[in-house]
């Protein structure tokens, strides 16, 4: 009998149910994952993916606090737990990054302050949490084509990267959002010539990424020695990290004053006040616009980048879902800016080397470490950041992004990739892409069942 089964091409052994009932949830099984999930791979390697999304992590953050009086030391201390506690779940480099349309509306128009800003952030992770613990985040994840996905991720990681060559060629005023000049000066602490010696410098350092890696190995392993020692300490650097450092070091250079007005300790915290109105306009002019965005890229892109880069680790939309909606159900009272993740910024930190938890809970202790002495404080320093050099950590992580669309096996499925992610740069809306693709997805599966092709196969289910 046990031979006839194992002979039966549709049978399958139960091995995930084996190892699930032979590993108890027991607490020493816990603190063994947590300790497995957040240790470093290599620390210098982790140390430089750290850095690798705060391109776009500062800008937003900084403008925030200039054009809407955000607190600051209170961000940097409840996002600083989000990725220590996010790390040590999902046991790779899953970033915390501010909610974009929420952050664009309250930059743009002065009577969306922060209650309207919180009570935006409340309610869009209200309806992600409730759609991750009723399991229909997972059903959405598990019905959209995979050409749709990879037009969203293409589309978000060229608008990074578009958007990194504005904050690299004009200077910009991140309280106005708005360039304050046609072009940046060659020449100076945050300068064009400082923008392309880093940009050149990571591109030495980290090159294509892995698969150029690999190349060198091979090269290296001549009969030149010396080339091949130099070549190993150059391509091990932590290009990111020092490129980060030599921005902290120029902001000083550029404002000593502001160190010297440094006020240490944590800004006070306390329970914002909505108003009904606020409650009102932050659900209509900040969640409206943001849901979709969250859905899309905070979820259903980071599920599926989460599964390209990193196979063996076990990530669902629903446990995305729900982690986005607590971070913000919680700290959002407080006055913490409004958080989710971002397919961006784990593609940017995979670039620069993070390839476990740890990476993401060494940048959230500095982050709290920051927020409890310097507290608001670092406003200071941050508006004297060379923001050049910001742009060109963001423009690495959205060529990374826009990368993982490199697998579409067929003209059809790069028609539909390339028309989501033309609809969503041009209209400015993901949502409208994504309507788009689904759209034209439907039409083509439909034009092949004409050809005697099962209906199967309407929805491309390659998500795991």
């Not at 300790?265 to 606020?278: A, D, F, L, Q, T």
Request: net charge positive.
């Amino acid at each position: 009998m046990e031979s006839t089964l194992q002979e039966n091409p549709h049978f399958q052994a139960p091995e995930m149910s084996t190892d699930r009932q032979s590993t108890p949830n027991t607490p020493a099984n816990f603190m063994g994952k947590l300790k497995e999930n957040l240790v470093f791979r290599s620390k210098w390697a982790e140390l430089n993916g750290a850095m690798g999304d705060l391109g776009t992590y500062i800008p937003i953050v900084l403008a925030l606090t200039l054009a809407s009086d955000l607190n600051l030391g209170t961000t940097l201390i409840f996002t600083g737990v989000y990725n220590f506690v996010t790390g040590a779940i999902y046991g790779v480099p899953m970033p915390v990054q501010p909610m974009k349309s929420i952050a664009a509306v309250a930059i743009s128009n002065p009577d969306f302050g922060i209650p309207e800003v919180m009570a935006a952030g409340i309610c869009t992770a209200g309806i992600l949490f409730l759609l991750g613990v009723t399991g229909l985040m997972q059903l959405v994840y598990r019905l959209i084509p995979i050409s749709v996905v990879r037009g969203i991720q293409l589309a978000q990681g060229l608008s990074f990267a578009m958007t990194a060559v504005k904050y690299i060629q004009n200077v910009q005023d991140f309280a106005k959002s708005k360039k304050t000049s046609p072009k940046r000066d060659w020449l100076g602490l945050d300068g064009l010539l400082l923008a392309l010696i880093c940009a050149i410098f990571i591109i030495i350092v980290n090159g294509a990424g892995e698969d150029q890696n690999e190349n060198q190995e091979i090269y290296e392993t001549g009969n030149d020695r010396r080339r091949k020692r130099l070549n190993k300490i150059i391509f091990s650097l932590p290009s990111a990290f020092l490129i980060f450092l030599l921005g902290v070091v120029l902001a000083i250079i550029r404002g000593p004053k502001a160190v010297k007005g440094f006020k240490f300790g944590p800004s006070p915290i306390e329970i914002v006040k909505i108003s009904k109105n606020s409650w009102k306009q932050g659900f209509i002019k900040g969640t409206i616009p943001q849901l979709p965005l969250s859905i899309l890229n905070s979820v259903i892109a980071v599920c599926k980048l989460s599964t390209d880069l990193f196979p063996e680790r076990e990530m669902t939309a629903t446990s995305v879902s729900v982690t986005v909606g607590l971070m913000n159900l919680i700290g959002c009272w407080f006055g913490a800016m409004p958080c989710c993740h971002g397919a961006g910024g784990l593609a940017g930190q995979y670039k620069f080397g993070g390839r476990s938890g740890g990476c993401v809970a060494l940048l959230g202790v500095a982050k709290l470490v920051l927020g409890l002495v310097l507290g608001s404080s670092m406003v200071k320093v941050l508006t004297q950041f060379p923001v050049g050099v910001l742009g060109v950590l963001l423009l690495f992580a959205g060529i990374e992004l826009a990368m993982c669309s490199r697998d579409m096996n067929s003209k059809e499925e790069s028609f539909v990739m390339l028309l989501c992610t033309a609809v969503s740069l041009v209209g400015s809306s993901a949502a409208l892409g994504f309507l788009c693709g689904i759209v034209v997805h439907l039409f083509l599966k439909m034009r092949n069942m004409g050809d005697g092709n099962s209906c199967d196969g309407v929805w491309f289910s390659r998500n795991p």
